[in-house]
């Protein structure tokens, strides 16, 4: 019944900010992956995590590599351009497969989002280290459990606005507030084939979102969520030949116009 | 995280077809209420287990009993209306706080289901016997974990078909094909509150639906599934009287009309 | 095809606030109902309006008043507990049957409204004159045909924030933003039988909302979205004696336990 | 209000069965296009109808084509891999801006249907013409307008059953039963940007499903359904430098990792 495996989790980054940039290195020393890697270490002692990169070959993600990963993390902004078609060919396979992704911040206008969900995916945005507060809309939902109060707040924030380019959520979690004046829908998950895919806003790497404790925990209560689950897949077509049930071989049909 | 509580269960029944039907009691000599309690007790051999019928004092769901069960199965049918509209609204209350509900077969037209739903809930019937083929339209959904093919089978089973009158489900995992040549939505979760319901067709009481593998595989997977979780539940009503963000005391408004 | 008929519209109101309060009668000199049908009359030439308010005879909705009704627009506050029981199962037996209902502002906390969604239907709330900015996020959407920008703003108003206790919309059009921090799923529809529900939240009794013209556009919008369509509602169950399809009176059933 | 203005439409083929096979060639003489364009043309006499094929220049699906079309028809079936992915791109990103899309029958495995929903779009399927019968399971949804009964029923069709791999749909409005033992999602509305989908299963080459009076009824009001409505669209992303709302420069931060 309930899956006690480990879960098996891959943190991708596109790892560009962090070299580049002084401020992201100092809160990210190793890179956002590293970061959320060890994080995750720590809230899933039982999980398995790995990690991999955009220069890397194949960008870390080897037909190997996606086999054996139960939930695939993304991270990328100033690179989406530079990932392969490919790879992104080879995820959404995964996905479909049962594969869990989950998207972050910046990953709405990644490829293989884009791909997923069929839309732009793009919004408003501003740089302006504003207040974002992250209201709970369905205290159902196992991604939000345990936090105590109706929201949970981030002090200086990258902007994220709607209108946001996306199909309606299969789950909608979470609705942030900003100082600005803007709304989003910030925690979404989306089913596609056997895969779930969980997006959540918060992340900009000039703040230190990742430190938050609400923000590792909804990371962390994600991966559960989305990690593979079900019954088996049969997204890929199959022509049937023989029936389940006996079909009549004369139906009354006018054939005047069909013989 | 995950939570590893021992999940505590309260399986109702109306206990009437089994005194009454010598059919009935054959396939279930203590009671549907007995037989799935057991059932559950092997499947999930951590769970805490309880059974309550209609004719114990407030239909053996006393506000005790309701704060200490985290998922109610209930299956009814003959007596409906004997139920309390007491009991339903303690119920109900208890739904939206959090706690589970699985409502079998019958239940569809049951006063809480109808009372949660908000329509008639009924739905097409007919008692001949026929075979019933229950086709996965969601394979990642954690109630049909662990379904190899594409569908499963019962042999003979009464027939509900659409049109259903429910509201869209949340989430919707099975669409049965009828021998006679009708369709259902079979599988059906819904949520509301913080509370998550799951209805499930199968289980006349004069066929031995719930001596079925698959079917007992799947509620036990539905106990598992809608069992509590997420974050706290602000659903009441709450006046603030102050304010998150200080508020402006003199918008430019047209006073003309307000003043 | 297109539905040419002239829709026939019935406005109900409390109408208490209006004879108590002198602020909320300047506004409305002859109450919201009479303020409603008025605006409705000017946007939908065409239509057939009518009022009916608390304290007429079955609150001004006999059975004959329902069945010559094609949409219900709902405004109360004050006197929800008034409101008679059997009113309120009629009322939800012909939205079931087809018949749209609007739902206005405090109308959230009507019985109607709770008995249709199941739910407490309850939120926060504070009255503070505040700035509230509704975000469209579903451009497709009817409801919001020919309004220009991202957004429209109203300057003062009663802030209803989340969590909002219903079950997920069916449509989510609207989410507002509110100067004192909170967020709101302001424009909802919910299909519940053959009939459509949409929830608007604008619309406080001391704030001239609905002289706004937005918001009077989606109202006079919602009219045309909600009035009865689509095929014959089979709701009410049905023993269906003979079936479709031939069924085989022997199936290859394990007769130990059913015979 | 209400869009009086006659809807465009472009009925596309591939166009390729008609010229192969004297069978479909005698159900659909001039092609599908034209026979459906023609249909359309009685049941919506203020529309203005075009068709286009695969063999002409961009499939005749020019930039000023598209953007003169409110509403695209497509059938595909032997030609999807013939079809440019240039044109997919700018059919694409007009849907997203608001054009309606309707897909027929094996469009289910067109290029266009699975870029905007993301998923294999892959279904089971049959040649044995066998009975369906369509059962309708949202009797409020203005495409189903009029159907008088529960259902309708095709006499001879080739089967699509599940797992059909699409998205949740936002609104399903049949399910069709088949006499081998499948069942199928045979009637879906999806939103993608201001633009809505419908797909409609029934339509095989070789039986005259486009003869049938609730098919075509159906297809012209799914016409009128997803023909462009609501607001602006706003899904190209917009950096917004300046803030609707003051932004407090300083807020009250940990600057140990962030200055």
Redesign the interface.
Known sequence: ???EEPVRVTVWNEFIHEKQNA?VR??YPDGIHAFLANMLNQ??PQAEIGTATLEQPQHGLSDEVLQQTDVLLWWGHAGHHLVSDQVVAEV?ARV?E?MGLICLHSAH?SKIFQ??????C?????E????E?L????????I???????FFEL??TE?Y?????I??P???LL?????????F?SGCV???????IFYFRPGHE???IY?DENVQRVI??GV?YVRP?????????????S???P??AD????DS???
Request: charged share 30%.
């Open positions: 019944m309930k899956n401020q100092e809160i809230r899933l959404q479909l049962g206008a791909r997923l969900l069929g839309t732009s793009m919004l408003r945005w501003r302006a280290a504003e207040k507060r209201w709970i809309v369905d205290p159902s939902h196992p939000v459990e345990g936090i105590e109060g109706e002090p200086q902007m606005g709607e209108f946001f380019d199909p309606t299969d789950e909608l609705i942030s507030w900003f100082e600005g004046g803007e709304v829908r989306f089913r596609r084939g056997k895969g779930r000039t703040f230190p430190h962390a209560q559960e689950a079900g019954a088996a897949y049969f997204g890929n077509g199959r022509n049937i030949t029936s389940l049930e079909i009549e139906h009354n049909v006018d116009l069909h013989n």
